[in-house]
C-alpha cells in the first residue's frame, strides 16, 4: 500500500511509526468493507478513522491539538487558544449550578484537559461569591487522552485534582451541568451526493490499491424525507454534497436524557438547518486536518489525521426537545462570551504588562472576530428544572432561527 500516493506535496509526511499505525488502522477498516460486501457508509469509515481502539485518530497516540505545526499538532481549539475562555465559560457554569441548586460539573471530550483545568481554577476562585461544586467528571472516547488531561489538571490546579473522576460509562442520571466544546463536530455523518438528479449515499470502497468514494441510489424513505428538504439548487450542475449526522442527534439524545436537572452547554461550529443545507453549500462542510492545514481527502493517512463535519443545529435542538428537556438558548459564540463577560476578564489583566496582555488581547479578538471563530462558532444549551435563562444568552439568542 503506497500511502504516499495520497500525499497532497505541501502536507509534511508522518514518521516511520505513524505511518505503520495508519497502515495497521487501513487492514483493520478494510477487514470490515469486506465483512459489509466491499462498500461502507461514510459515518462506519469516519467512526473506525477516528476511533478504532489504539488506531483511530482520537484513539491513537496523534498528538492533534496544538498552536503551530511544527510540534506536530493538526488543529488549535478555544481552551487551547486563551485560559479567558475557560475563565469565561466558568460565569455560565456556575450560574447554571447555583440556578439548579447542584454541585457537579461533567465534560465531555475533554482534549489535552486545558478547559478542566480552567473550569476548575475559576470555580473555584468563585466560591467566595457562594459557587460550591463537588466533583468534575470527564468523559472521553479517547482513554489514551486520560494521563494527558490528568497531567494538565495537576500541573494546573493541583489542590483540585482529588474532585476529577474518568468515566468509563454514562450514569443513567445525572444532575448538574454538563459542557462539550467541539465534541458533536467529531462525531461521524453519513455523506450524501445528489447526482444526475437523484440522491446517493456516498459510501467508502477499495479500489485501485486505496480508499475510494463510491455512491449508490438512496432506497430507505427515511432518509429520502430528508433529503427531499434539501435545495440543491446552488449545485448548478455539479454534485451536491451534503452530510446528515445521526450520530451527534444520538448523542445529544443521550445526554439530555441523562440530565435530570442542570443545563447543558455544547460549543461548536456550525449553522441552523436553514442555513447548512442552503443551495450555495454545494461542497458540504466535511473537512479533514492535518498539521494545521486544512483539506477535504478523508483518506489521506487514515488515522493521522483529523475529519470533521460543522454541526447541524436545527437537528441538535429537536434531538434535545424531543427528550423534554428544555432549549434554553443558542447564539454565536461571540455573543454568547460578551454577555458571560470576556472582556472583563480581559480587563482584569494589566495592559502594561504586555507580555502577557497582548496574547491575551489576540486571543479574544480571535475568538469574537466575525471572520474568526466569533460567529462561525455557536453555542446551544439545554436545561431541565431552570426557570430563567443564563446571562449568557440574556441578549441575542437566536434560538428563533433553528
Ligand atoms: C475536536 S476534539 C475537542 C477537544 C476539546 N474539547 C477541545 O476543545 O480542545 C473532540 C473530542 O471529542 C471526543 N468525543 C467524540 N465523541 C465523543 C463521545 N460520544 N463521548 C465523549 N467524547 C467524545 C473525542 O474523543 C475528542 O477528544
Redesign the pocket.
Known sequence: MNLKAHQPDSLPAPGPSALAQSEALVAEIRARLDEAGGWLPFDRYMERA??APGLGY??GGAR??GLRGDDGSD?V????LSPLFAATLARPVAEALQASGTRDVM??????G??AAGLLNALDALSASGVEFDSYSI????GE?RERQRETIAAAAPALLAKVRWLDALPERFEGVVI????L???PVRLFAHTGGIWHERGVVWRDGAFAFDDRPVQAASDLALLAEIDTTGAAGEDYVTETHEAASA?TRTICTMLARGAILLIDYGFPRHEYYHGQRAQGTLMCHYRHRAHGDPFLYPGLQ?I?AHVEFTGIAEAGVETGADLLGFTSQARFLLNAGITEALGEIDPADTARFLPAANAVQKLLSEAEMGELFKVIAFSRGLDDTLQAFSSGDRSHTL
Open positions: 477516528l476511533y482520537y484513539s492533534k491539538f488543529f481549539t478555544a481552551p487551547e465534560e465531555f471530550g475533554a482534549g489535552t486545558k478547559l468523559v472521553d472516547l479517547s487522552l462539550g466544546n467541539e465534541v463536530d467529531a462525531m448523542f483529523d470533521t
